[in-house]
């Protein structure tokens, strides 16, 4: 595990947490800590730093796991996804998955807390900060022809929100691409 997504675990409960038991739980000086800090804020990750305290998120940070993700799937749908991939950081969840096309089952998962490269309509660049939207491309086959899956995205991207809705995620909304 790297040090920022180590760092990340530390703080993700958005509590305090000294610069000292952060260099002794990542083995770095505590000079070290704070570089890693500044690498988080790089990343879009809102840190406070408060002298006698120490560290702390802005707010509470929950970060993929994959055997969360699949206890809470139910047994169906865990059976049409053979296979969760979760990535810190990648260029795009999409691009990655067709760069691997020939490779992939149907029902493959690619999950990111962040994307570098993301795109949207028209190749246009999809800003995607770390931690704070879901970024996720799911390989499927379909026997239908582009113009009869038109409406899915928007379809399917409804379906989400108001999942997330019903689990008590609050501002849960589409941004259309761009």
């Excluded at 083995?27 to 500044?38: E, M």
């Excluded at 990750?45 to 970060?63: D, N, T």
Aim: net charge positive; glycine share 10%; hydrophobic share 40%.
């Amino acid at each position: 595990m790297s040090h920022s997504l180590k760092l990340l675990s530390l703080l993700a409960d958005g509590r305090f947490r000294s610069g000292e038991f952060l260099g002794r739980e990542l083995g770095l000086s505590r000079g070290a800590v704070w570089k890693q800090i500044q690498g988080l804020k790089n990343l879009g990750v809102e840190c406070h730093s408060v002298k006698g305290k120490g560290y702390r998120l802005a707010a509470p940070l929950e970060l993929l796991q994959p055997q969360s993700i699949l206890a809470s799937v139910d047994e169906c749908a865990r059976n049409l996804l053979p296979d969760i991939e979760i990535h810190q950081e990648i260029h795009s969840t999409n691009r990655h998955l067709m760069e691997r096309l020939g490779a992939l089952q149907c029902g493959h998962v690619c999950l990111a807390e962040r994307q570098t490269a993301g795109r949207g309509r028209r190749g246009r660049p999809w800003v995607s900060p770390f931690g704070r939207n879901i970024y996720l491309s799911l390989y499927w086959q379909y026997s239908l022809s582009p113009s009869e899956l038109s409406g899915l995205a928007l379809a399917v991207g409804v379906a989400v929100a108001e999942a997330l809705h019903a689990l008590g995620v609050e501002g849960a909304a589409l941004k259309w691409p761009n």
